[in-house]
Nanobody, 124 residues
Framework: QVQLVESGGGLVQAGGSLRLSCAAS????????IGWFRRPPGKEREFVAA????????YYADSVKGRFTISRDDAKNTVYLSMNSLKPEDTAVYYC?????????????????WGQGTQVTVSS
């Protein structure tokens, strides 16, 4: 079993940047897909981005393409979400999630392990 801890959220002005981190403990991410999801205020949780740990498959939601980048650090067993050109509509609680197999997937139901979430607030 893997435990996930997100960090890096905060308050930023529109147009600014933040980098979220998702650190794993209990086991390595090897063999897993890792996804970032978010829950905007009053809305359902939605897919943001996903990455395959041992390969180069990456997938983004259309709403964040060109602004967000998902990446990983093997040595730190950590996945990052770099967010640029932030907009007020990016305001949400951001969660990382993981599961096997190593196939990118935007379906929230395909992820077994979840972090506690980190708040991102973008002011206009």
């Amino acid at each position: 079993q893997v435990q996930l801890v997100e960090s890096g959220g905060g308050l930023v002005q529109a147009g600014g940047s933040l980098r979220l981190s998702c650190a794993a403990s209990g086991r390595t991410f090897n063999g897993y897909r890792i996804g970032w999801f978010r829950r905007p205020p009053g809305k359902e949780r939605e897919f943001v981005a996903a990455i395959i740990w041992s390969g180069n498959s990456i997938y983004y939601a259309d709403s964040v393409k060109g602004r967000f980048t998902i990446s990983r650090d093997d040595a730190k067993n950590t996945v990052y979400l770099s967010m640029n050109s932030l907009k007020p509509e990016d305001t949400a609680v951001y969660y990382c999630a993981a599961s096997s197999p190593e196939l990118v997937d935007a379906n929230i139901n395909e992820y077994d392990y979840w972090g506690q979430g980190t708040q991102v607030t973008v002011s206009s």
